[in-house]
């Protein structure tokens, strides 16, 4: 597919992983800055995205919305970047299992406890992570055991289980354990996290 990539979001986002991934497959994409509470809930935007959220990207007449299904999109539309292990590849079960854990368990729980909202211990086997603690053990699990979630190979997994990992270090939603700090520190120095946290960092609003 050789169709036009068009990519919305705002740089106080979860766009900032789509950016990365972007970034990571090297080819060339349209960006439109959209504002929270005005363009953000356009008519025009709502037909991309009904929940009137970022990020968003337009492939063709392709159109893909939540962080996670973008980075698996990207990695299988453009497999000339190598960021998924092949199909058969038996890495692709670790590919699956963990951004998917970090989409589902992972943010259900740090969002649940900054919230407050955490299922108490007698009703855990009803919510989807468990508990808080088991989540987060589980992720340390997942990062410790090679350089990258697929062992030698980045891949789009890394991507999104690191920004999910950097930005909970950051906000203090997830503690500095020495493996998280690690692992992001690897991804933090990738060519394409630099770039893509350089673009969206001068996207900021100027501060007068």
Not at 59 to 82: K, N, Q, R, W
Not at 112 to 132: E, H, I, R, T, W
Not at 164 to 187: C, D, H, N, T, V
């Amino acid at each position: 597919m050789t169709d036009t990539l068009t990519f919305y979001t705002n740089p106080m986002s979860r766009g900032r992983i789509a950016r990365w991934m972007l970034e990571e497959v090297g080819r060339p994409y349209e960006t439109v800055l959209l504002e929270y509470g005005t363009t953000m809930k356009s008519g025009e935007y709502l037909a991309i995205n009904p929940m009137g959220k970022v990020p968003a990207i337009r492939h063709g007449d392709m159109v893909v919305t939540e962080s996670a299904a973008i980075c698996a999109y990207l990695a299988d539309a453009f497999p000339e970047a190598g960021l998924a292990p092949p199909p058969g590849d038996r890495k692709r079960g670790a590919y699956y299992r963990w951004m998917f854990f970090a989409a589902g368990p992972v943010e259900s729980a740090v969002t649940g406890k900054s919230l407050g909202l955490l299922a108490p211990p007698d009703k855990k086997m009803m919510a989807g992570y468990g508990s808080f603690e088991e989540t987060i053990d589980a992720l340390e699990q997942a990062v410790s055991g090679g350089p990258y979630i697929c062992g030698e190979q980045f891949t789009a997994a890394d991507v999104y289980v690191g920004s999910q990992i950097g930005w909970g270090m950051m906000f203090g939603s997830i503690e500095k354990r020495p493996a998280f700090e690690e692992y992001f520190g690897r991804l933090g120095q990738r060519p394409a996290a630099i770039r893509a946290r350089g673009i969206d960092d001068a996207l900021m609003p100027k501060q007068s």
